[in-house]
């Protein structure tokens, strides 16, 4: 694939998810969902696998440093600790590195922000399931038909059905843009 086919495959692939109903409704009610949780003195928990993890990292400092405004840091975790993966993976296996951290720090009213481009990652879906004991909310953002973690979701996000995980991807970090720039111009600093 030539570079412009590349760039071209990217550009049909956000106009389809810009173009497909309740994709807008779905980012708007998502980050009114985290304004909401801020505002009661809640925060925000990421994760993911691979590039994702690099998404929820990014979502995360976003919130804690700034996106578009100088403003006060806003309290956001991404669950990216190596020593803790590691020391968790070791011990109880991979499939458990989030919903141990979840379970450790995650408080009734936080929102989870759960990523996954196949809707299909088993330790994903398992801190989906910690933030449900926890009495949080979860926004998910996924990819092809949404997978598992589609229907567990208060607010799911989904990325138009690609071939590959770097179309999903690209709609992610876009969809991240749009959360943080929708709380900054939301929420009351």
């Known amino acids: 694939m030539t570079i412009e086919e590349n760039l071209s495959e990217s550009l049909k692939a956000l106009q389809a998810f810009i ?30 696998n691979g590039g994702s993890m ?14 578009k405004e100088y403003r006060k840091a806003l309290p956001a975790i991404a669950i990216s600790d ?15 590195i989030f919903e141990k951290y979840v379970d450790a720090l995650g408080n009734e009213g936080d929102v989870l922000l759960a990523i996954s481009t196949s809707g299909n ?3 994903v879906i398992n801190a989906i399931e910690a933030a449900r ?7 998910g953002l996924t990819g092809k038909e949404g997978g598992k973690i589609g229907p567990l979701c208060d607010i799911e996000i989904r990325a138009p059905n690609t071939h590959y995980a770097d ?6 970090i876009k969809v991240i843009h749009c959360l943080i720039d929708y709380i900054e111009s939301n929420f009351e600093f």
């Open 19 to 48: 173009s497909h109903p309740g994709n807008i409704e779905a980012i708007e009610n998502a980050g009114a969902m985290m304004v909401n949780a801020l505002e009661n003195g809640n925060k925000m928990i990421s994760c993911g």
């Open 54 to 67: 690099c998404d929820a990292m990014h979502f995360a400092q976003e919130m804690t440093g700034r996106f």
């Open 82 to 96: 190596p020593a803790h993966i590691t020391c968790v993976g070791n011990d109880y296996g991979f499939a458990h």
């Open 121 to 123: 990652s088993e330790n």
């Open 133 to 139: 004991k926890k009495g949080m909310k979860v926004v």
């Open 167 to 172: 179309r999903a991807q690209e709609i992610h």
